[in-house]
């Protein structure tokens, strides 16, 4: 069964640091990209990050270009998501998302259950 | 910037066909965007639907469909019922490697 648990959200203030993480399991993840979305509260989905499976092609959202960085440690099942100089417009749910393998069509199928990040002073 | 559009509230009677629609606006979804559809009930993360325009997730009812309609990717729910009502939201996929979300349809069965 395929599983993503996302970890290390909680409250920040703002200009501060965060680093989100991923553990995968039940599918061999060093083979896909993954990818973070956020949802605001009461808000929309918005794409954030995604990262090929060797991290060769990595993407970001104009919204967290220059702030965030997605890496990610394919020895050890992991996703991350280092987020710096937050605002208070980065209060969201930050989920993770498997995307596809080299070759086949883009996807995000599975997502974890996502964790909170709250940016306040 | 690209932005994708959905409508924002729709409303079905039970048993009946609701399509939503996905669009752009500048440009046209076609397969090769890779529109995925999702619900999401408050308080829940988003399940998959559809992935690849019309490819239904694992253990998804048939009664849900994708398609291209015209120059919008569609998500069709045939034989709605009470608890299809969420929000349903598209995301496709651009040339530049970044997906980009429309803002979501509030579906309503009554």
């Known amino acids: 069964e395929v599983q993503l648990v996302e970890s290390g959200g909680g409250l920040v203030k703002p200009g501060g640091s965060l680093r989100l993480s991923c553990a995968a399991s039940g599918f061999t993840f060093k083979t896909h990209s993954m990818n973070w979305v956020r949802q605001a509260p009461g808000k929309g989905l918005e794409w954030v990050s995604s990262i090929s499976s060797t991290s060769s092609y990595i993407h970001y959202a104009d919204s967290v270009r220059g702030r965030f960085t997605i890496f990610r440690d394919n020895a050890k099942n992991s996703l991350f998501l280092q987020m710096n100089s937050l605002k208070a417009e980065d209060t969201a749910i930050y989920y993770c998302?498997?995307?596809?393998?080299?070759?086949?069509?883009?996807?995000?199928?599975?997502w974890g259950q996502g964790t909170l990040v709250s940016v306040s002073s | 910037q690209t932005v994708v559009t959905q409508e924002p509230s729709f409303s079905v009677s039970p048993g009946g066909t609701v399509t939503l629609t996905c669009g752009l606006t500048?440009?046209?979804?076609?397969?090769?965007?890779?529109a995925c559809w999702y619900q999401q009930t408050p308080g829940q993360a988003p399940r998959t639907l559809i992935y690849?325009?019309?490819v239904r997730s694992a253990g998804v009812p048939d009664r849900f469909s994708g398609s291209i309609l015209g120059s919008k990717a569609a998500l069709t729910i045939t034989g709605a019922q009470a608890d299809d009502e969420s929000d349903y939201y598209c995301v496709v996929y651009m040339p530049s490697g970044i997906w980009v979300f429309g803002g979501g349809t509030r579906l309503t069965v009554l």
């Open positions: 998302a498997r995307g596809s393998v080299p070759g086949s069509s883009p996807q995000m199928g599975y």
């Open positions: 690849s325009t019309n």
């Open positions: 500048s440009g046209s979804v076609s397969f090769n965007s890779y």
